[in-house]
């Protein structure tokens, strides 16, 4: 029975190259472990992660029209935990403390000083500015680009 992708196998190294692993599957067909599936860390070796007969867990990532089978063994694990986002508490901090100068009074008009929270943008806003500033790049180089190529021009 072949393989479907998403399917996590035990199977024995059979082969080690220099871009990944043969790995020999339980129904007998074999995949590749391409080098960038073999952890989720950066491999310039195969032979630093796995060694031939290792049995290792693999998962199908993809099938392609010749049926050769693509895997993974870094999918097949289970995700590292990320550390925890937020405000790390004062205890584990080996931060010094921000003062909180909220109460304290501005000097121009006696005002509170406040401090207007950072506004969430959306997805589409934040496309919008990125592309705004890209065609600014881009314009201010060929600018420079063009104003290049002129003077070498009159210099000939």
């Known amino acids: 029975m072949q393989p479907t992708v998403g399917e996590i196998f035990e199977g024995k190294v059979t082969g080690i190259t220099k871009?990944?692993?043969?790995?020999?599957?339980?129904?007998?067909?074999?995949g590749l472990v391409h080098i960038s599936e073999i952890a989720n860390t950066y491999v310039s070796d195969v032979h630093d992660h796995v060694t031939e007969g290792q049995t290792v867990k693999v998962k199908v990532i993809g099938i392609n029209e010749a049926g050769k089978i693509n895997l993974s063994i870094k999918k097949a694990e289970a995700p590292a935990p990320r550390p925890e986002q937020g405000r790390p508490s004062q205890a584990s901090s080996n931060q010094p403390r921000q003062k909180d100068f909220s109460h304290?009074?501005?000097?121009?008009?006696?005002?509170?000083?406040?401090?207007?929270?950072?506004?969430?943008?959306?997805?589409?806003?934040?496309?919008?500015?990125?592309?705004q500033d890209s065609d600014s790049r881009i314009s201010d180089s060929r600018m420079y680009a063009d104003k290049k190529s002129s003077y070498r021009r009159r210099r000939d």
């Open 19 to 30: 871009f990944g692993a043969f790995v020999s599957l339980p129904d007998g067909s074999n």
């Open 104 to 131: 304290k009074q501005s000097g121009f008009g006696q005002k509170p000083f406040n401090v207007a929270p950072p506004t969430e943008s959306s997805f589409e806003d934040k496309l919008k500015q990125f592309m």
